[in-house]
């Protein structure tokens, strides 16, 4: 997956392993995006690390 690439990459591989189209994993994730507030992934990730949602390892 070519870095900078918006997630298409991503969106791609998640797509083909869960047997979906790429639309329909941009639009959950845009979907999960705004419920959460959230502008991107990033954002998404800080989020669930200060909500306590995810720990972080060692």
Do not use: N, W
């Not at 979907?31 to 992934?41: F, H, P, T």
């Amino acid at each position: 997956m070519p870095v900078g690439d918006g997630g298409v990459g991503l969106c791609a591989h998640r797509a083909e392993t869960l047997f979906l189209g790429v639309q329909t994993v941009k639009t959950h994730v845009s979907s999960v995006l705004a419920k959460l507030g959230a502008r991107d992934r990033t954002q998404a990730v800080i989020l669930a690390y200060e909500s306590g949602f995810v720990a972080p390892t060692e």
